[in-house]
């Protein structure tokens, strides 16, 4: 009799120790999925309040992440110098003093300053800028026809546009525009050659622009962000859910019939 006895209490501490290793590995398995339901939890209140926060307007700086995405430098640069302000296009984005002014622009080929605006042209379009930098103006036609511009010049007030075929000369409105028939002396605009310094801002800042918050957080949001490894990695996140309501239902039922 006492040795059944023994038996039955030896039965039932293997039977507690095995539930105290089960609750155990329950707790770890609740915890680790908890990491990952408070970073997708996150992510879906940033993306539920994407447009309040603008973060499709909003660039990624942060190089290491700039680096996962594997987000090349503009590979053709160009830097203007007019009075205080400085023009750059990096590939297709143009900026005006480090605030990004347009993208899928064409590439940069000249700025000047007159009396009363800062003039800029890429190879399709004149842009009219305030003395501070304020864009005021877009001109995309001359004379009812669109022109690949190679360069900008001027005489004193006097605008010109070197073009494959010609030279323009504009009116004082810059609103027609005329063959130039005769030879003249014009002072063509030219790059200023940027400092391995300016280089590494400039591509820097080209990297952020094309990458936004909103794409980052879509990523991490869906596990893309680690690419194919993100698709396992999302397995494993709900091969654990799986497993801890399994085993929570478990200990339920062991509880319930004690």
Same mark, same amino acid.
Not at 164 to 178: E, G, N
């Given at each position: 009799?006492?040795?059944?006895?023994?038996?039955?209490? !030896?039965?039932? %501490?293997? =039977?507690?120790?095995? $539930? %105290?290793?089960?609750? %155990?590995?329950?707790?770890?398995?609740?915890?680790?999925?908890? +990491?990952?339901?408070?970073?997708?939890?996150?992510?879906?209140? #940033?993306?539920?309040?994407?447009?309040?926060?603008?973060?499709?307007? =909003?660039?990624?700086?942060?190089?290491?992440?700039?680096?996962?995405?594997?987000?090349?430098?503009?590979?053709?640069?160009?830097?203007?110098?007019?009075?205080?302000?400085?023009?750059?296009?990096?590939?297709?984005?143009?900026?005006?003093? /480090? @605030?990004?002014?347009? =993208?899928?622009?064409?590439?940069?080929?000249?700025?000047?300053?007159? *009396?009363?605006?800062?003039?800029?042209?890429?190879?399709?379009?004149?842009? #009219? $800028?305030?003395?501070?930098?304020?864009?005021?103006?877009?001109? @995309?036609?001359?004379?009812?026809?669109?022109?690949? +511009?190679? *360069?900008?010049?001027? +005489?004193? /007030?006097?605008?010109?546009?070197?073009? !494959?075929?010609?030279?323009?000369?504009?009116?004082?409105?810059?609103?027609?525009?005329?063959?130039?028939?005769?030879? %003249?002396?014009?002072?063509?605009? =030219?790059?200023?050659?940027?400092? *391995?310094?300016?280089?590494?801002?400039? &591509?820097?800042?080209?990297?952020?622009?094309?990458?936004?918050?909103?794409?980052?957080?879509?990523?991490?949001?869906?596990? !893309?962000?680690?690419?194919?490894?993100?698709?396992?990695?999302?397995?494993?996140?709900?091969?654990?859910?799986?497993?801890? &309501?399994? @085993?929570?239902?478990?200990?339920?039922?062991? !509880?319930?019939?004690?």
């Amino acid at each position: 009799m006492n040795t059944h006895h023994t038996t039955r209490q !030896r039965s039932g %501490k293997n =039977k507690n120790g095995r $539930f %105290k290793l089960f609750r %155990k590995w329950h707790s770890y398995l609740g915890i680790t999925a908890t +990491i990952f339901i408070i970073i997708l939890a996150v992510t879906g209140i #940033l993306l539920n309040h994407a447009d309040d926060l603008e973060l499709a307007k =909003k660039p990624v700086g942060v190089p290491w992440i700039i680096s996962v995405y594997g987000v090349l430098p503009p590979t053709n640069i160009q830097l203007f110098m007019v009075n205080d302000i400085t023009l750059v296009s990096a590939d297709d984005q143009l900026y005006i003093d /480090n @605030s990004l002014l347009k =993208k899928d622009s064409a590439v940069l080929r000249g700025a000047i300053s007159t *009396a009363e605006s800062i003039i800029a042209v890429t190879s399709d379009e004149v842009l #009219l $800028f305030t003395e501070s930098g304020e864009l005021i103006d877009t001109i @995309s036609e001359f004379n009812g026809r669109h022109v690949d +511009i190679e *360069a900008l010049g001027q +005489i004193g /007030n006097d605008i010109f546009l070197k073009t !494959r075929t010609d030279i323009l000369q504009a009116d004082p409105t810059l609103t027609h525009w005329h063959p130039l028939m005769e030879n %003249k002396v014009i002072t063509w605009s =030219k790059p200023v050659k940027p400092t *391995a310094e300016t280089m590494q801002q400039i &591509s820097h800042q080209y990297q952020s622009h094309i990458l936004n918050w909103e794409r980052v957080i879509q990523d991490i949001h869906s596990v !893309r962000i680690l690419q194919k490894s993100g698709k396992y990695l999302a397995d494993v996140v709900a091969a654990l859910l799986i497993l801890l &309501s399994l @085993s929570g239902i478990y200990m339920w039922l062991k !509880r319930k019939k004690k």
